[in-house]
Every structure is written in C-alpha cells, then in structure tokens.
C-alpha cells in the first residue's frame, strides 16, 4: 500500500493548495463551512491528480526506467504492477468524483473536466509542443475556480491570469531543466523537447515571467485594498527571480514543490508574502 500511495507522489499535492485561493482572498478563511467544504474540494484534487500521476507513469514507465531520478518511482522501479497501478487509479478517481459531485453539480463538472483533460495529455496532449504547458496551466486554474465554486464567491479574472502564468512559468522551467539535465537523451523521454530549443524556452519564460508581474500587478490595484496589497510586490518579485537563479544557475526546477520545500529563501518570500496578505485582507 505504501508503495501505491509513493506513486500518487504526495509531495506534489502541494500544487493542490490553489483550490484555497478563492477561500483566502475573499476573506472566508475563518468561515468554517467554508473552510469545510474547500478541504473537501483539496482532497478531491489530491485523489484525483493521484489517479493522474499513476496513468501518467503507466504510459511512461519504459521512458522513466532510462530517467536519472524517475527511474526510482515505484511503477518504473518494479515495486508496484501496472495492473494495480491501473486498479489503485480507478479507485481514487472513482472515488475523488463521486465526491465532487457530492459538494456540488459544478465542482464536479470541474473535477472531471480537469481529469479529462489530464487524461489526454497523459496519452497525447504532452507531446505537443507549447499545447503541453497550456495543459498543465489550466489545470491550476481549473484548481482556482473549482475552490470557488465550492463556496460561491467572486473569482477575479486577474487572480484566474495570475495563476495561469505562473503556472506556466514553472512549467516551462521544468521544461528547460529536462532539456539540459538529460542532454542528448532529453527526447527520448519527451517527445516535445525535441521540438523545443533552449533559446525558445528561455525566450517564451522571458515573456512569462513579465507576463505574471503585471498581472499580480494589476490584480494588486484592482482589489479594494489596492495601495496596501501592493506591498507584497516585492515578495513576488523576489520569489520569481529567486526561482529563476535557481533554475539557471543550478540546474533546478524539475521538480517545483521539491524547490519550495527546500530552498530557504523562496519559503522565507513566500511566508513573508503570505503573512503579509493576510494582514491586509482580515
């Protein structure tokens, strides 16, 4: 069981944690039936983007068996059967929707647009160059707007634009750092890094990393509270730069939520940015 349970990869579902932001930003945080329900909703993600990460490493598992650190997952390793991959998928996915469903007829169309989707780039959508991150950034935004339907609050379309870059501005960082950590065998783990240069991965993380400082920017003025949100500018611009010298000076950024669990200075943005927000808004 362990072992099923590594493969669902737990340290990612800290991606999870954006199905709050609705919650926190429209000063819910303290309600608790609010807080109820959006926990609900953050354990159907962990259930389901588990489901996700088992198909993906069941399509994958020849390529990650030839890849410096997946090869120690549990599916390429040899610890767990694909069959039972299969099984322990179904099961959480199954189980992630019905709740989903259960919490409302909306988060559920969510929930299963969002496993549909990943569906897809498991089996095709990842091999498409560009179209690859795009997936993988509207699965954070779809993250974002299924915490709010849950509790029926306002979503800003800056918050929505500010997740969507930023998303993809980690996912293009790991894009680069599968490019130059596996060097010439970079495409025959991925198909759509044989397609992207290095010159146009960092040409397309220059245009979204502008792209996200002006939309927390305008997310900032926007807000009621425009004059004083705008004091956590500096926290994200440090968080951004910060994750950048580590993905170009240090070859970083193949693992986001393995950065944000070690680097000290980026927690110490992120607590800072996150204190700070929480000053301003309760």
């Given at each position: 069981?362990i072992?099923?349970?590594?493969a669902?990869?737990?340290?990612?579902?800290?991606k999870?944690?954006?199905?709050?932001?609705g919650?926190?930003?429209s000063?819910?945080?303290?309600?608790?039936?609010?807080?109820?329900?959006?926990?609900?909703?953050f354990?159907?993600?962990?259930?389901?983007?588990?489901?996700?990460?088992?198909?993906?490493?069941?399509?994958?598992v020849e390529?990650?068996?030839?890849h410096?650190?997946?090869?120690?997952?549990?599916?390429?390793a040899?610890?767990?059967?694909?069959?039972?991959?299969a099984?322990?998928?179904?099961?959480?996915?199954?189980a992630?929707?019905?709740?989903?469903?259960?919490?409302s007829?909306?988060?559920?169309?969510?929930a299963?647009?969002?496993?549909?989707?990943?569906?897809?780039?498991?089996?095709?959508?990842?091999?498409i160059?560009?179209?690859?991150?795009f997936?993988?950034?509207?699965?954070?935004?779809?993250?974002v707007?299924?915490?709010?339907e849950?509790?029926?609050?306002y979503?800003?379309?800056?918050?929505?634009?500010?997740?969507?870059?930023?998303?993809?501005?980690?996912?293009?960082?790991?894009r680069?750092?599968?490019?130059?950590?596996?060097?010439?065998?970079?495409?025959?783990?991925?198909?759509?890094?044989?397609t992207?240069?290095l010159a146009?991965?960092?040409?397309?993380?220059?245009v979204?990393t502008?792209s996200t400082?002006?939309s927390?920017?305008?997310?900032?003025?926007?807000?009621?509270?425009?004059?004083?949100s705008?004091?956590?500018?500096?926290?994200v611009l440090?968080?951004?730069?910060r994750?950048l010298?580590?993905?170009?000076?240090?070859?970083?950024g193949?693992?986001?939520?393995?950065?944000v669990?070690?680097?000290?200075?980026?927690?110490l943005?992120?607590l800072?940015?996150?204190?700070?927000s929480?000053?301003?808004?309760?």
């Amino acid at each position: 069981m362990i072992y099923y349970l590594a493969a669902m990869r737990p340290k990612q579902w800290i991606k999870n944690f954006f199905v709050f932001a609705g919650l926190i930003f429209s000063g819910n945080l303290l309600n608790l039936p609010m807080l109820l329900k959006v926990t609900g909703g953050f354990l159907v993600f962990c259930l389901l983007s588990g489901a996700v990460y088992l198909i993906n490493d069941i399509v994958d598992v020849e390529k990650d068996r030839s890849h410096p650190r997946k090869k120690n997952r549990p599916l390429a390793a040899g610890l767990i059967s694909s069959r039972g991959a299969a099984y322990a998928a179904a099961a959480a996915a199954a189980a992630a929707l019905a709740a989903a469903f259960a919490l409302s007829a909306t988060t559920g169309l969510i929930a299963a647009s969002y496993f549909i989707m990943m569906l897809l780039y498991s089996f095709y959508l990842k091999s498409i160059i560009i179209l690859d991150v795009f997936t993988i950034a509207l699965g954070f935004v779809l993250r974002v707007v299924a915490g709010t339907e849950v509790i029926m609050v306002y979503l800003s379309p800056w918050a929505v634009m500010c997740t969507f870059f930023l998303a993809l501005f980690l996912a293009l960082g790991k894009r680069r750092n599968e490019k130059v950590v596996l060097g010439e065998n970079a495409n025959n783990h991925r198909v759509s890094l044989e397609t992207y240069s290095l010159a146009l991965i960092d040409q397309l993380i220059s245009v979204v990393t502008t792209s996200t400082v002006v939309s927390y920017f305008l997310y900032t003025f926007k807000t009621g509270q425009h004059l004083t949100s705008m004091i956590t500018i500096p926290f994200v611009l440090f968080g951004l730069f910060r994750y950048l010298h580590l993905v170009y000076s240090e070859n970083s950024g193949g693992s986001p939520e393995e950065i944000v669990i070690h680097d000290r200075p980026l927690q110490l943005a992120i607590l800072l940015w996150a204190a700070v927000s929480l000053v301003i808004l309760y």
